[in-house]
């Protein structure tokens, strides 16, 4: 039986996760939530209700276990005789909590993506020192490369980049705390998503890049948009996310210490994504500018904070090496996840 343990479960990422790891016969997990009993109950029943079909909920239900914790305290807020329960129990770990807002304030944003990064990787050696725990895995963000313009390698972390904002830089100053772990002898292995999609809501705030962009052009909201030939938009749906890092997390057992970019490997110009999106959810085509020339001094100041945050993806050039992802994929056969080793190449439908 394999047991897994999962920080930000109750995210985008970690609860698809969670359903992919439950989908299997005999598999466990222990998911690190914050809040009171009844807090925790609350949020488990909006995840079992969310994620799973009325058939297999009162299954997944029994193989899906709430921890009380907060991954911002030492030991991840686990209390000591559950600590030493887990640790005997354990088999897969992942760290997939973290704070995502592209404007938080970066002493907050690292109390959770950075120290919270450490506290995990601190009991995480431990678990694997004296307890049962063979595989250990953290999620990044292929967007650690900040400005960089060159391809991205996954064997790269710090290539003299500056950051587009505080979520950048938090799980860059991660890496680099996980790359002292592993000086010291720990197996962990990183994984670099672009950016995940997911279906479409109502809440902005919960919306993914492309997302935001497109309720705020629906909405009539932005008339004129900066355009830059070599900019493309690089997303991965989130099962094809949570299959890669599960697959090649179970794959790199006792060996995983690689580093695994989930990009798409044929991204969407971004005004070839903008037009495919104009017509699908039939709004108008805003107006394109140069990227040189294109400036924000008419936006009020509700846009520029809508937008501002978003305007760096619109322009920066983005190419990601995958060569230990496809590699890994074609040597494990992960037949979900094949789409990813196929020729990079950008996608220009106009």
Known sequence: MKRFFITGGTGFL????????????????????????????????LLINTCFPEKTRKSAAKRIHFIKGDISL????????????????ITHAYNSAG??????????????????TNNFCSVMRDWSEHGSLSSINHVSTAYVRGTFSGTFREDQIDV??????????????????????????????????????????????????????????????????????RATVNMVPVELVSETIYALSLANDHVGCSTFHITNPRPLKFKTYITVI???????????VPANKFNMKGFSPIQKRLLGPFLPYMIQPNAFDMRNTSKAIKKNRVKGAYYLTKPTKGIDAS
Do not use: H, W
């Not at 404007?103 to 950075?114: M, P, Y």
């Open 74 to 89: 030492k030991n991840m807020g686990i209390t000591g005789s559950e600590l030493k329960c887990l640790r005997q129990k």
């Open 160 to 229: 003299s980049q500056q950051f587009n904002n505080t979520y950048e830089k938090s799980k860059f100053e991660a890496e680099k705390v996980i790359e002292k772990y592993r000086e010291n002898g720990m197996k962990i292995n990183v994984f670099r998503p672009s950016l995940i999609t997911r279906f479409f809501q109502e809440d902005l705030e919960k919306m993914d890049l492309g997302q935001k962009i497109s309720k705020l052009l629906m909405a009539g909201f932005i008339k004129e948009l900066p355009l830059s030939d």
């Open 14 to 45: 970690g609860s698809d996760l969670i359903k992919r790891i439950v989908s299997e016969k005999g598999n466990e997990v222990y998911a690190l939530v914050r809040g009171g009993k009844k807090a925790r109950t609350d949020k488990k029943d």
């Open 278 to 288: 104009s017509s699908i959810l039939g709004f108008d085509m805003p107006k394109f």
């Open 99 to 116: 704070i995502v807002g592209f404007n938080e304030n970066l002493f907050k944003i690292r109390k959770v993506n950075v120290e919270g």
